[in-house]
Structures are given as structure tokens and as C-alpha cells.
């Protein structure tokens, strides 16, 4: 995708970033584990780099890798290479832009991002369901999706959180964030070129909390 909002713009827009082998790789996660007590293994817009993340992970396994991977990525997804990872990321962590076409196309470039969002969410679900946490309240498996309102968004975010009621398992959890602000090329477009209202946010958190989701 190519969001016009992209607060990582110097990292998706223009390569910044070092070259890492899948060996390399590999000795990320288990320094993350071994010398810095992570939580898990954070894979962020990992979906072009499948492959390499998955030899990565085999020999990160095979020296003693036990942290929970995580998938963080747009949501605009292939459910085949989503099928490919099952039974490898424990915790899925996608991001649901839109419901509407209109602002897939508008704000990010694609032309099927609700219809492509949609069915990886439902894989994701199917593979991990809700989020589950341990008793530190600690995810180690399940799906926690994201949904950064817009501003003057307060339409679309209500099919979101409906989908979210409606066809997966209840006890996913959805974080509604609020820290929009203008970044990137988004002051070329005039209705997003301001930070979110305060009360249209209150408004749709107040709308999924009546929904019942498992809302933060």
C-alpha cells in the first residue's frame, strides 16, 4: 500500500533500513529473548519477506527460540501466504484501515482493501481466535487488530467495529487508536489534513463498547 498518512514514511516510502541475511535475522530473535527479556518476536510489515522470515525463525528454533511471533502488518493481505504461516505466528496484530472502497482507494492506493482486509482477518481468526493472555496479562496467542480513526472517519469506523462484532470470535481485541495526525503527503488532502476530533473518537468508542467488543 502507499498511505498518504504513513507516519513510517522514511521507512516505507523512501528504504531506509539495513540489509540483514536470514542468519542474521535469526540472532535478532534470540538476543531479543536471551540478552533482552523481550516479550516476543515483533515482525513489523513482514509480509514481503515470508520466506526469509520463516528460515529465520527454523534456525532461531533450532538454537532454543521460545518467544510468542508476532504479525504486525496493514491488513491487506494474502490469505494463501497466511495459510503458509499457520501454525508458526502465535500472536497476529493486523491493522483494519477501512470498510469503505472509497478510502482504501483514496488514502492508501488499492482498489479491494475492505474485501482483502476482511478475509485475511477471518484466516487470522480461524488460526488463533481472540486474544489470550497469561497471568501477567501478557498476550502469548490470538488477534489484536488495530483501527486508527480518521477524521471525520466516524462512519467508516462504525462498519469496522461491526464486522469485527459480527464475524469473528469474541474475544478478539480491538484497539481503537486516536493519535492520527497529518503526516507524510497527508495535508494534500483537506479533510484529513487536521488532527482527530476528540468527540467524534468518543462517539465510536462509546458505539463499539454497546457493540460488546473487547475494546481498548
Known amino acids: 500500500m502507499s498511505c498518504v498518512f504513513c507516519q513510517n514514511y522514511t521507512i516505507s516510502s523512501y528504504g531506509h533500513g539495513d540489509l540483514v541475511s536470514n542468519e542474521s535475522l535469526a540472532e535478532m530473535m534470540l538476543s531479543l529473548q536471551n540478552q533482552h527479556g523481550c516479550h516476543n518476536v515483533n515482525l513489523v510489515t513482514p509480509t514481503h519477506y515470508v520466506p526469509n522470515i520463516l528460515e529465520a525463525i ?44 472509497e478510502l482504501g482507494k483514496r488514502y492508501s492506493k488499492v482498489l479491494d482493501y475492505p474485501t482483502r482486509a476482511k478475509e485475511a482477518l477471518l484466516e487470522m481468526d480461524r488460526q488463533v481466535g481472540g486474544l489470550k493472555t497469561d497471568h501477567k496479562n501478557i498476550a502469548y496467542k490470538g488477534v489484536l487488530i488495530r483501527h486508527l480513526m480518521l477524521p471525520g472517519g466516524l462512519k467508516d469506523t462504525k462498519g469496522v467495529l461491526e464486522f469485527i462484532k459480527e464475524e469473528l470470535s469474541s474475544d478478539v481485541l480491538v484497539n481503537l487508536m486516536d493519535q492520527y495526525y497529518p503526516s507524510h503527503k497527508a495535508f494534500e488532502y483537506k479533510e484529513i489534513a487536521k488532527r482527530l476530533d476528540g468527540k467524534e473518537y468518543k462517539q465510536a468508542y462509546t458505539y463499539g463498547k454497546s457493540l460488546g467488543l473487547r475494546l481498548i
Do not use: R, W
Open 58 to 101: 527454523y534456525l532461531a528454533a533450532q538454537k532454543g527460540l521460545e518467544l510468542p511471533i508476532v504479525y504486525n502488518c496493514g491488513g491487506y493481505e494474502s490469505v494463501d501466504t497466511l495459510k503458509i504461516l499457520d501454525g508458526v505466528i502465535d500472536i497476529y496484530m493486523p491493522d483494519f484501515k477501512y470498510n469503505s472502497f
